[in-house]
């Protein structure tokens, strides 16, 4: 599929605002994340490797912090 395709299918007139996404100059609101998951039919985790990973991260650092029982001050 042409990137001109998809940036019809996104709604868009011109490759402009694909070019930014694939780039990494700009993400793409909810509504064309989702979009984008199913024009290339991939997950949206899939399109954004690196945000995904990296707020997994984050995510799995703060679950551990969360759940590490605390001792608390006996005096």
Same mark, same amino acid.
């Given at each position: 599929?042409?990137?001109?395709?998809?940036?019809?299918?996104?709604?868009?007139?011109?490759?402009?605002?694909?070019?930014?996404?694939?780039?990494?100059?700009?993400?793409?609101?909810?509504?064309?994340?989702?979009?984008?998951?199913?024009?290339?039919?991939?997950?949206?985790?899939?399109?954004?490797?690196?945000?995904?990973?990296?707020?997994?991260?984050?995510?799995? =650092?703060?679950?551990?912090?969360? =759940?590490?029982?605390?001792?608390?001050?006996?005096?």
């Amino acid at each position: 599929m042409s990137t001109r395709h998809v940036a019809i299918l996104l709604g868009d007139k011109d490759v402009s605002r694909l070019s930014k996404y694939e780039r990494g100059q700009r993400l793409p609101n909810l509504r064309n994340a989702f979009r984008l998951s199913a024009i290339l039919r991939v997950p949206v985790e899939f399109l954004f490797p690196s945000l995904y990973d990296l707020l997994r991260e984050q995510i799995r =650092a703060e679950e551990e912090r969360i =759940a590490k029982p605390t001792q608390a001050t006996l005096f």
